[in-house]
């Protein structure tokens, strides 16, 4: 079975630029979380959708917004990129993101010139 | 406010030995502690996860030690193996909250030397 697949690896940008990131959940799975980890650190929440529904949001600017779609696969958008968004973008899927173990992807790299 | 504090920040055993990694949190109201694995380039992959209505739980060379009444739980990586070298994380989870998120600690680089 696949596990959670993330795109793009990487990716280059500049500031002020947006940028789209996907996220295939497990197959069965029907919540995706997004984190993002900045060097040196643990992941902090962003968001977590669970049947197409936003359920929780983290810290972040408005900037960043998330969709999930009817194949639970999910798009982190994020506009007017800053220097300080540079990070591994980490996209988690579990059964119901409740009580259950949530598996993560290898990530998105996200640097920001 | 940081939720979950990890200690150490680094930690270095020689093959064969004890890691021992401790996590601290602060609300109550978490009841779903993790343990996570992240190996450079990767995501964070799950290693061990316990609730709190148990003390301790053992997978294989991996043990996580709760205590509630600390808030403390910690995990003991028996046997150390240059294998596994990597950064560990503790987090935890409130399920009863308003959206399900795992809080992180700030990790742990373990360097086990052969």
């Known amino acids: 079975d696949a596990g959670v697949t993330q795109s793009p690896t990487h990716l280059i940008k500049t500031r002020g630029q947006h940028v789209t990131l996907r996220c295939s959940p497990i197959?069965?799975?029907?919540?995706v979380s997004w984190y993002q980890q900045v060097l040196g650190q643990g992941p902090q929440f962003i968001f977590q959708?669970?049947?197409?529904?936003?359920?929780g949001r983290g810290n972040f600017p408005d900037r960043f917004s998330a969709r999930q779609f009817p194949n639970y696969s999910s798009e982190l958008n994020v506009n007017a990129l800053l220097l300080g968004d540079s990070a591994l973008y980490l996209c988690?899927?579990?059964?119901?993101?409740?009580?259950?173990?949530?598996?993560f992807g290898q990530g998105t790299r996200l640097t920001v010139v | 406010q940081q939720q979950v504090k990890q200690s150490p920040q680094s930690l270095i055993v020689q093959k064969g030995g004890i890691s021992i990694i401790n996590c601290a949190y602060e609300n109550t109201a978490f009841d779903y502690f993790p343990w996570y694995q992240q190996f450079p380039g990767k995501g964070p992959a799950l290693l061990i996860a316990?609730?709190?209505?148990?003390s301790e739980k053992k997978e294989g060379r991996f043990t996580i030690s709760f205590n509630k009444s600390a808030k403390q739980f910690s995990l003991h990586i028996m046997d150390s193996q240059p294998g596994d070298s990597a950064t560990y994380f503790c987090?935890?989870?409130?399920?009863?909250?308003?959206?399900?998120?795992?809080?992180f600690g700030k990790g742990t680089l373990l360097t086990v030397n052969p």
């Open positions: 988690a899927s579990s059964l119901t993101g409740l009580n259950t173990e949530a598996f």
């Open positions: 987090a935890a989870q409130n399920s009863g909250g308003s959206n399900y998120k795992l809080t």
């Open positions: 959708y669970y049947e197409k529904e936003e359920r």
């Open positions: 197959s069965g799975h029907k919540s």
């Open positions: 316990i609730r709190p209505d148990v």
